[in-house]
C-alpha cells in the first residue's frame, strides 16, 4: 500500500490563480515527518519544508502555505497568486522517525502555470 | 559549497554492461541513499546507508550494489545493466535518517539499450 498518496497527477492553472496540491499519508507511528519538494523543469529536487508530527500549526511561507491535519492524515500544500516559475513536479514525502530509515515519496503532482 | 555531487549526468549502456554512479557529499552527513525516478512511479528507494560501513536494501534493491566504506562517499553499481534500468537516478544525503531533509544530486540519466 501507498504509505503517500499523491492523488493529482496534473495539474494546470492560468497564472494569478491559487492551487492546492493534496498529499495524504499512512503510517500508525506518533512519531513521523512530512516533506514537500520541489523539481522544477531542470530537474534538480528542492527541499521546501518539514513538519513533524507534533506540530500541526500550519505554515506560511510568502506564496507557499501548508495545511497539515493529523485527523485526515493530510498535508496539503497551496501556492497563492500562482507565477509561472511555480511550474514544477511537487513530491511529499514521509519519514517514520525513528523505527525506519527511509523516506517513502509520493508519486508527485505535476503543475503547469499557464501565463 | 558542493552539496551532493553525482557523475556522471548522463551514460547509456548496452545490456549486460556493469558501471558505477558515482556519488560524494561533503557535508559529513551520515545518511546517504540512492532513488529512482520513473514516470508515474515517483522516487523509489534502491539502498541507503546511516554510516560508513553500513547499508541496507530499499524498495527496489534487485539489480545494485551499494558499498559505504567512507561517510562521504556512496557509490551505486549495476552489476548487469538491463532495459528496466533506464532511468533518472538520484543520490541524497541527510543529517540523520529520519528528521533532517535530504539534500539531493543532480541526478543521472541512465539509458540501458
Known amino acids: 500500500a501507498q504509505k503517500v498518496t499523491q492523488a493529482q497527477t496534473e495539474i494546470s492553472v492560468v497564472e494569478k490563480e491559487d492551487v492546492t496540491l493534496d498529499c495524504v499519508y499512512e503510517t500508525r507511528d506518533t512519531t513521523y515527518y512530512l516533506f514537500w519538494y520541489k523539481q522544477p523543469p531542470s530537474g534538480e529536487l528542492v527541499f521546501l519544508i518539514r513538519r513533524n508530527s507534533f506540530d500541526e500549526q500550519n505554515e506560511i511561507s510568502g506564496r507557499y502555505s501548508w495545511n497539515f491535519q493529523k485527523s485526515t492524515s493530510s498535508f496539503n500544500f497551496t501556492i497563492t497568486a500562482s507565477q509561472v516559475v511555480d511550474s514544477a513536479v511537487y513530491f511529499c514525502?514521509?519519514?517514520?522517525?525513528?523505527?525506519?530509515?527511509?523516506?517513502?515519496f509520493g508519486t508527485g503532482t505535476s503543475l503547469t502555470v499557464i501565463p | 559549497n558542493a552539496g551532493v555531487t553525482q557523475t556522471p549526468k548522463f551514460q547509456v549502456l548496452k545490456t549486460g554492461q556493469s558501471m558505477t554512479l558515482q556519488c560524494a557529499q561533503d557535508?559529513?552527513?551520515?545518511?546517504m541513499s540512492w532513488y529512482r525516478q520513473d514516470p508515474g512511479m515517483g522516487l523509489r528507494l534502491i539502498h541507503y546507508s546511516v554510516g560508513a560501513g553500513i547499508t541496507d536494501q530499499g524498495e527496489v534493491p534487485n539489480g545494485y550494489n551499494v558499498s559505504r566504506s567512507t561517510t562521504e562517499d556512496f557509490p551505486l553499481r549495476l552489476l548487469s545493466a538491463a532495459p528496466s534500468q533506464t532511468s533518472v537516478y538520484f543520490c541524497a544525503s541527510s543529517r540523520d535518517r529520519d528528521r533532517s531533509p535530504l539534500h539531493f544530486g543532480n541526478g543521472t540519466r541512465l539509458t540501458v539499450t
Open positions: 514525502a514521509l519519514s517514520e522517525a525513528p523505527r525506519e530509515s527511509q523516506f517513502y
Open positions: 557535508m559529513n552527513h551520515e545518511y
